[in-house]
């Protein structure tokens, strides 16, 4: 599925499709295979997971994909683009190793060799086992399935001498001056000869330095458009390089500002109040390889209910998702995969790494969407602890280093204890009152809601946050899809219904909220041993739809709070 950024003048295959498998085993060591020795007797669909195959269900271990790509031009070099896989992989050009990802869900991308070949021959080994070893930044207690497989499309890109690699583009204002960061593949000269248009507007050319295969320049769109929920209207750069090279990008982007102000979030300069939902990209039969179907109603559902916001919980999202959302003005906040980090987690030069390295490559991948106003990390870690602070730090300054442009947020689930609000522009909490502490009001569980949200409020206040943009990023409670009950007993729909009327009432009369994610969109499948003792079914089930979208009662009751019809 192709997707912004388009790259015309060069050879680009998307290797969506059905690909050669081969089940290698259990026990396997993934980094013992031989390429050559594989014999593959079975297909699957990619983007894809393997966990949802018949054939190989509850199978996690080490899995061979392989694929034919034609080229076009002998002798080119080029580069793999992968949109995001789980949990660990190896690929292989014509036999040969070429990189290893350990970064799942996130985009992640390699060189390819040159040869003389034009048929060529891409092999992935796949590991869906849960090893922290190998797969550092996904643990066996998540809550939320670890799927193993190619989730998203990729791409063989056939590289010219000097190749672009994005042009992102920063808006510096709302007049249609914006930065454009050029980003380049290949060894450039001291000084790169562009041309450039947005739009169709006439073409322009400039001469721009080039430092660590980087270019910067400002230029500005004649007639800027300003995008917003409400009008989400879209620019378009065409970017060429010039003096005998051949490559062009095509970027779509929004021109808009962010900013924050007596505890609110502004969006051009005006109060927006976010109201929506945690999301994961999650599906019984596909896992988190959605049909853009899927998205799509999705996304309806949404809109339907009044929402104008989606956490992507809690790992990088889809291209695909993030251009639907630039198109029908949904805001976002991005997130790094990340939960409930620990102690241990702080001290791992390698978790810290990688950590990083994936944050800035989402942010590098995701920048030019005007829809994602916010950047996130370690959801519910351990930043309670002065283990936690360097880490933070990190991967704040990091985000902010790659995109100084939008607000730095995470959800901190200790907010009486927390050590690292002075890192964020987005004070965000998760906090499940009238769910997991209900014996603190046995008759009236629900009327734990309001009181912590005082509680939460002042305590703001009392630290010097009070100014900050305070978000509600995680609360509610669950509901068994058909479970009815005139005592509204927890997991009833009844029950869940009355929680999320009280919740979404409090956060749209309260200015002091800046905005609300309801836990969560839709039920998503969790662990499947033992630790689903808390989780009935196998799945974590606080959507307001259940795993196939059927809307519970819940669903009708946020529409109601949140449109106020």
């Known amino acids: 599925m192709i997707h912004w950024p388009c790259f015309p003048s060069r050879p680009v295959h998307c290797l969506d499709g059905v690909w050669d498998l081969a089940f290698l085993g259990c026990d396997i060591d993934p980094e013992s295979v031989d390429p050559a020795s594989i014999v593959y007797n079975d297909r699957m669909a990619i983007p894809g997971v393997v966990d949802s195959l018949p054939n190989y269900l509850k199978q996690r271990g080490c899995y061979a994909l392989r694929r034919r790509i034609s080229c076009e031009q002998v002798g080119q070099a080029g580069k793999l683009v992968v949109g995001g896989l789980g949990l660990w992989a190896k690929f292989f050009v014509d036999g040969a190793a070429i990189g290893t ?226 198109e029908l003005g949904f805001v976002v906040w991005e997130e790094g995969l990340g939960w409930q980090a620990r102690t241990p987690h702080f001290a791992s030069p390698v978790f810290n790494q990688l950590q990083e390295d994936q944050l800035r490559s989402m942010v590098r991948t995701s920048i030019n969407h005007p829809s994602v106003i916010m950047w996130g990390f370690l ?56 769910w997991y502490p209900a014996d603190i009001n046995l008759e009236r569980p629900t009327a734990e809601i309001e009181p912590l949200i005082d509680r939460l409020l002042a305590h703001l206040q009392a630290e010097g946050q009070g100014d900050k943009p305070f978000i509600i990023s995680e609360m509610g409670a669950g509901a068994i899809y058909g479970c009815r009950d005139e005592l509204e007993g927890h997991w009833s729909e009844q029950y869940q219904a009355a929680y999320l009327d009280i919740l979404c009432r409090r956060v749209v009369n309260d200015a002091r909220i800046a905005g609300l994610a309801i836990w969560q969109f839709c039920d998503c499948r969790t662990y499947a041993d033992g630790h689903a003792l808390g989780r009935p079914r196998s799945f974590n089930n606080k959507g307001s739809f259940d795993e196939y979208r059927r809307p519970k009662m819940a669903a009708e009751t946020v529409r109601k709070a949140f449109t106020g019809r």
């Open 379 to 434: 959801n519910e870690c351990d930043s309670h602890l002065s283990e936690s602070e360097a880490t933070l730090a990190r991967l704040a300054a990091a985000v902010r280093d790659e995109d100084a442009s939008r607000l730095v947020t995470f959800a901190t689930n200790h907010p009486f204890e927390e050590r690292n609000y002075q890192l964020v522009d987005v004070v965000s909490i998760n906090q499940y009152p009238g």
């Open 101 to 326: 990802c350990q970064t799942p869900w996130a985009p992640w991308q390699v060189a390819i060799p040159a040869s003389q070949r034009l048929e060529r021959e891409l092999t992935v080994l796949i590991d869906s086992r849960i090893d922290p070893k190998r797969v550092p930044l996904f643990d066996p207690y998540f809550d939320f399935y670890g799927y193993g497989g190619i989730f998203r499309s990729c791409f063989w890109h056939e590289l010219p001498e000097l190749a672009i690699d994005r042009a992102q583009v920063i808006p510096q204002g709302l007049d249609g001056t914006v930065e454009i960061r050029l980003r380049l593949h290949g060894t450039a000269a001291k000084e790169v000869a562009l041309r450039f248009a947005f739009d169709h507007e006439a073409e322009q050319s400039v001469s721009v330095p080039v430092s660590q295969g980087c270019a910067r320049f400002q230029a500005r769109v004649a007639t800027p458009k300003l995008w917003s929920p409400q009008s989400p209207q879209l620019h378009t750069l065409r970017l060429s390089l010039a003096d005998g090279h051949q490559d062009t990008v095509l970027e779509r982007f929004g021109i808009r500002s962010l900013s924050t102000a007596k505890g609110q979030i502004l969006l051009n300069g005006e109060p927006l109040k976010l109201l929506g939902y945690n999301r994961h990209e999650a599906h019984p039969q596909f896992g988190p390889a959605l049909p853009q179907q899927q998205l799509v109603q999705d996304l309806q559902h949404l809109r339907r209910l009044g929402c104008n916001f989606v956490r992507g919980s809690h790992y990088p999202q889809d291209q695909r998702f993030l251009d639907l959302c630039d």
